[in-house]
């Protein structure tokens, strides 16, 4: 692979260590010292014979307060070029192109009750919050994890020892499939039910998120507590850059305006009809976050308080949090006049 970035936001990192997680998931630590949160993502750029590339996103199941080196976790899907490319063919040495950490899967806060929900390799974003949870709060932490088998179960060993560590906070519900049967709404109600007023995150296949969101509705979570880590195998170019838009006479006399909250600061632009948020901000000089460009990672995701928009692809988005009025600034084009933004 080339040590050339693809991109002016992507990096070369080298690989450290290579871990055999199961089977069929190995973890990939990183020489690289990152400023990052958990429950955050990478997205890694894959060398392709077809389309010279493709790109894939994976989570970080290190925590940035374990001052030790960041790593993602993979596990092959059938067909997944993505991750067997990696399993096949990355060892310790190897060098791969990436784009920084990103994604808004990350606790608002370390110190408050939680419930972490995860099933097979969707305990990745959850292992990161967990141990940086432990690491960083008091405030008590219940996990369930979902797997076929104990065989199957990524960081048996360590979540094991987390719990034996922490026994005064951390509480583990294992859920193997192969002693106790698949997860449905009913069952996982049943035993989340202490749980209801936590500060929720969960992630896995969607039957199993499906069978979460249900369940915590039946125990009457306030759906504000509920948050869901998305994936989707990124179509776009992640690694092109945003190419800047001189702004014509016309455009410029249509244009929308939009205000935006962003990290404290505070700014109105023109938004172009035909152009997405993202696009307009990045254009503007302002530093806003986005990855995938093509409407499928959410790292783009923003709130809506005044106006509306219209957007082309929306898989990143919750259902549940599109009608709280969230967007995906890399899709959003206004059709208003008037808009606010809350980052």
């Known amino acids: 692979m080339s040590t050339t970035p693809h991109s002016a936001r992507s990096i070369i990192v080298s690989v450290a260590d290579v871990i ?3 089977a069929d998931a190995k973890s990939f630590v990183f020489d690289a010292d990152w400023d990052y949160q958990p429950g955050q993502f990478v997205t890694v750029r894959i060398p392709s014979d077809l389309t010279g590339s493709v790109a894939r996103s994976y989570s970080l199941y290190t925590s940035p307060y374990d001052g ?3 790593g993602v976790t993979v596990k ?3 067909g997944g070029y993505g991750s067997n490319w990696l399993c096949d063919n990355v060892s ?4 791969i192109e990436l784009l920084p950490p990103a994604g808004a899967f990350v606790p608002a806060s370390l110190d408050v009750p939680m419930l972490l929900l995860a099933a097979g390799s969707g305990v990745t974003p959850i292992m ?3 141990s940086a949870a432990l690491s960083q709060g008091a405030a008590p932490v219940t996990l369930l994890y979902a797997n076929a088998s104990d065989a199957d179960t990524i960081f048996l060993d360590r979540i094991s020892a987390l719990a034996a560590e922490h026994a005064d906070r951390l509480t583990v519900i294992w859920w193997q499939a192969d002693q106790r049967g698949l997860p449905d709404a009913d069952s996982l109600a049943a035993v989340l039910t202490p749980y ?5 995150y969960l992630c896995g296949r969607d039957e199993f998120m499906g069978a979460c969101k249900e369940a915590l509705r039946v125990i009457g979570t306030d759906r504000s507590l509920v948050h869901q880590e998305i994936y989707a195998s990124l179509s776009g170019d992640a690694f092109a850059d945003i190419v800047p838009h001189e702004v014509t006479a016309s455009e410029a006399a249509d244009a929308a305006s939009v205000t935006v909250y962003n990290l404290g600061a505070t700014f109105t632009v023109a938004w172009p009809r035909d152009r997405t948020l993202v ?3 990045i254009d503007n000089g302002h530093d806003v976050p986005y990855s995938c460009q093509s409407g ?3 790292t783009c995701i923003c709130r809506l308080s005044k106006g509306s928009v219209e957007m082309a692809v929306s898989d990143g988005l919750d259902p549940d949090d599109a009608e709280d009025g969230y967007i995906l600034g890399c899709q959003a084009k206004p059709t208003a006049d008037e808009l606010e933004v809350e980052y």
Do not use: M, N, Y
Request: proline share 11%; net charge negative.
């Open 20 to 22: 055999d997680e199961t």
């Open 68 to 70: 030790g080196r960041p």
């Open 76 to 78: 092959r899907s059938p």
């Open 92 to 95: 310790p040495g190897t060098e």
């Open 128 to 130: 990161s919050i967990l």
């Open 196 to 200: 209801h007023s936590r500060a929720t």
């Open 279 to 281: 696009d307009v901000l």
């Open 296 to 298: 499928e990672c959410a």
